[in-house]
């Protein structure tokens, strides 16, 4: 928002029920928390796709809570005004007690607003009524759950059978019950990311789930061009991987020329005359 109001999880009830699309995109570091400040994107989320995007693992499931609290961190310290939302990592919210005190770690060291976790089981309905009854708000993530891809055998879309999609549904509804604010709702056939949408009274924030969710997110490096291989999902807004090489490429020429530093980057420069050395 323009006048850049503080927004809280009331913010994006309202925003639903007024039918104004919100806006969530990745960050993880200082530098994309500022820049993302200076816009007008509602939240962002310090996703553990930063282990595959920052840290370079194939998969999210080798982040750990001291990864997501450091890069919360340091994003928060770019954006001290934004909505920030800390992903819990694989294995720290699998039990109640784990859960409670990794969401209070990224609430009180990373300085994020909101936790998500992942999954709508029976024992994620449980963490996220734990983590609730400890004054946390909780986001939910239900569909392509990147840190069940084992289990998944890759990332494929979910909800494309019956019983998938009204399992779905359910999960939905359970996490709404269980307290969660909002719902990310990722890779699922565009009809499923509907009717979960109008299931709940709750935001749901699409990533490949189509078009009719309450608002969109796309991870920072896809979305501006610095992975090689994105998903069908994303648009690509900008070239930045392209423009960095290119600009690396000019540093070393210039250095090898000997036209970098110019006199202009130089302090008290040496003034040569003509014929001496």
Request: charged content about 20%; aromatic content about 6%; glycine content about 10%.
């Amino acid at each position: 928002m323009s006048d850049k109001e503080k927004l809280t999880v009331t913010s994006f009830a309202k925003m639903k029920q007024a039918g104004t699309k919100i806006v969530m995109v990745t960050a993880y570091d200082y530098a994309m928390g500022r820049a993302v400040s200076q816009t007008d994107v509602d939240i962002i989320l310090v996703g553990d796709s930063l282990g595959m995007v920052v840290l370079g693992y194939e998969t999210t499931v080798q982040v750990t809570m001291a990864d997501m609290i450091s890069h919360t961190a340091a994003t928060r310290r770019g954006a001290p005004d934004t909505f920030i939302i800390g992903d819990m990592p694989f294995m720290s919210y699998h039990d109640v007690t784990s859960a409670k005190l990794n969401a209070a770690a990224l609430i009180v060291e990373g300085g994020a607003n909101a936790v998500k976790l992942e999954g709508g089981s029976p024992s994620r309905i449980e963490a996220v009524k734990a983590i609730v009854d400890c004054e946390i708000p909780v986001c939910g993530h239900i569909g392509l759950t990147p840190q069940s891809v084992h289990r998944f055998g890759g990332y494929k879309v979910q909800g494309k059978s019956v019983k998938a999609h009204d399992d779905l549904i359910q999960q939905a509804r359970l996490l709404e019950e269980a307290g969660a604010f909002m719902l990310v709702l990722e890779g699922i056939p565009e009809l499923l990311g509907k009717e979960i949408t109008k299931a709940v009274s709750i935001p749901t924030i699409g990533i490949g789930a189509g078009r009719h969710t309450d608002g969109q997110v796309l991870v920072w490096h896809d979305m501006l061009g610095m992975n090689p291989n994105v998903a069908k999902f994303v648009k690509v807004y900008g070239e930045l991987g392209a423009q960095t090489v290119h600009a690396l490429s000019e540093y070393v020429n210039d250095v090898r020329e000997g036209s970098f530093p110019a006199e202009t980057q130089v302090y008290y420069p040496i003034k040569i005359r003509e014929g001496s050395e």
